[in-house]
C-alpha cells in the first residue's frame, strides 16, 4: 500500500513538473511563438529574427544542441547584448541603493555642520550686540569670516586653514577691543594706521586675549578635521561604486550569461529559470575583478565607523562650535581685565595711536615693530607676562570688574527649534544601515541571482538542458 501511495506521489509529481511544456511540444512541436513572445516582451531585437518553426542553424556559436531550434546568429548577438546589458542594470539597481544611502548621509552631515555654524554665527553676533555694544558693528565682518572660513574647510578646501583663520579673527579683533573695550577714551580719536597695524602685527607677542585663542585654534581644528575627514571619505565611496558600476566584465563573460539566460529559449522552454549553482558560478566569474575590491571595501567600512565616532562621541563637535561664543567673550573679558598694564606695553611697543599725537613725536615710536630697534622690540615684547586672568594675580578692582563683565556678558539660550539635528543620532542610523553592505563586493553574485534569476521551483536550466533540483530527497523523507 505505502508503495503504491508513494508512485502516485511520484506521477503526480512528474505531471506537474513537465506536463505544461510537454503539452506545448505536443500541440506545436516546432512552434517558436512563445520564444517569439518573450523575445518581444524583454525587447531583445527585432522580432523578424525570430523564425516561425524550429529549424537547425549551423551557425549558431553559443546555443548548440541537437534537434531543432529556435534561435538564430542574429538572435544569439542580440542575446548577447541583452545578457550584458542587463547584468549591468542589475549591479546598477543594487548599488544605487547603497550610493544613495552615503550621498543621503553626507548631505545629512553637511546639513547638520551648516546649521551648527549658522546657529553659533548668530549667537555669537547676538552676544556682541548685547554684552560688546562699541565693537558690535565692526566686529560682526570679522566675525561671518571666520564662519565662513570654518565652512570652506569642511567643504574641503585645501586653501583655508582653521588655526590660521583664528589667529587672523583675533588679529584684526584686537584694534576694535583696545581702542573701545580697553581704552575707550580713544574711540574719538583718530587712529594713525600706523597704530592699527602695530596692534595686529603684535597681537600674538602681546597676548591680550590670554590662552583663548589658541586653544580655539587648536581645538576647532581638531574637531573639523574630523568632521572634513568624513566628508572626504564619503565623497571617496561614491567615487569607488560610481568605477564599479563603469568596470567591464570578464571577456567571455557574455556568452556565459547567455547559455545560463537564454539558450532555453531556443529549445522553447521561456519560463525555466538558471540553476543556483550555474548562476553562481556564471556571476563569480563574470564580478572577478570586482570581487577584488571586497579587501579595500571592508577596510572603508571600518574607517567609516571609526570616523563616524570619533565625530558623533559625546557631542565633541557640537560642543566645541557651540563654545566658540565663549571663547571669545572670555577672551575679550582677559583683555579689559587686564587692560592698564595692556596699554603700558602697547604705548611702549607702538607708541601713540592717534594721528594728532603721533604728528607731534619725533623718533621711531610711532613706527611698525618692524623698524624697531631689534633689541628694545625684544625686551619689550619677552618681558610681557601672561595676560590671562587664570595666571595674572589681579587687584581687588580687577576682581570687582571681573564681575561686573561677567553680569554684561550673560550667555544666550538657544531656542529649542533652532537646534540642529544631533550628529551622534544621524551617525548611528547611517551606520546601522551601511552594515548590510559590508561585503558588498563579495555577495554581489549572490545578490544578483537570489533577486533576477534564481526561482524556487522542481527543475531548472543547467546551461545545457533541464535537471530537478535535489527534491528527491525531501520528498522520499516526507513519505515515510
Known sequence: MLRETVWRVWICWILMSFGPQWGVQSTGAHSCHEVKTAFHLRQIGPLKWVPETAATDAELQICKHQGPTCCTRKMEESYHAAARRGT????????????????????AVQDTFHSLLSFTLNHTLSLLDLAYEPIAAESHPLVSTLFSDLALYLRGNDDVSVVRSVRHFFDELFPL????????????????????????????????FGPH??????????????????????????DVLNASESAGMAKDCGKAIVRMQFCSHC??????????????????????????????WSRYIALLEGTSAALAGGHELEL????????????????????????????????PLTESASSTQEGPTHQSPAVLDQSSTVESVSSIPSLSPTVQNNSDDHRDSHVTLRKRSLPLKPSKHDKPRSLKKISKEFMSHIQRYK??????????????????????WNG?????????????????
Not at 97 to 105: A, D, F, R, S
Not at 341 to 348: D, G, T, Y
Not at 464 to 480: A, F, N, P, Q
Open 464 to 480: 545545457e538542458d533541464v535537471v530537478e533540483r535535489m527534491w528527491t530527497h525531501s520528498i522520499s523523507k516526507g513519505l515515510k
Open 267 to 296: 529549445k522553447g522552454l521561456t519560463l525555466i529559470r538558471p540553476c543556483q549553482g550555474l548562476c553562481l558560478n556564471v556571476m563569480r566569474g563574470c564580478l572577478a575583478g570586482l570581487s577584488e575590491l571586497q579587501g579595500p
Open 88 to 107: 549591468l542594470q542589475n549591479i546598477l539597481s543594487y548599488s544605487l541603493e547603497l550610493k544613495y544611502l552615503i550621498i543621503g548621509h553626507a548631505a
Open 177 to 208: 577691543v583696545y581702542r573701545h573695550l580697553v581704552n575707550p577714551g580713544l574711540a574719538s580719536s583718530i587712529w594713525s594706521a600706523e597704530g592699527a597695524e602695530c596692534l595686529r602685527a603684535t597681537r600674538q607677542d602681546l597676548n591680550p
Open 213 to 238: 585663542p589658541q586653544a580655539l585654534g587648536h581645538g576647532l581644528a581638531r574637531v573639523l578635521g574630523v568632521g572634513r575627514s568624513l566628508m572626504q571619505a564619503l565623497t571617496v565611496g561614491v
Open 320 to 351: 566645541t562650535l557651540l563654545g566658540i561664543r565663549e571663547r571669545i567673550n572670555d577672551a575679550i573679558l582677559s583683555a579689559q581685565l587686564n587692560g592698564p598694564h595692556l596699554s603700558a606695553i602697547v604705548e611702549k611697543v607702538c607708541g
Open 439 to 460: 561585503s558588498f563586493f563579495s555577495m554581489l553574485p549572490e545578490v544578483l541571482c537570489d533577486s533576477e534569476m534564481v526561482l524556487d521551483e522542481y527543475t531548472c
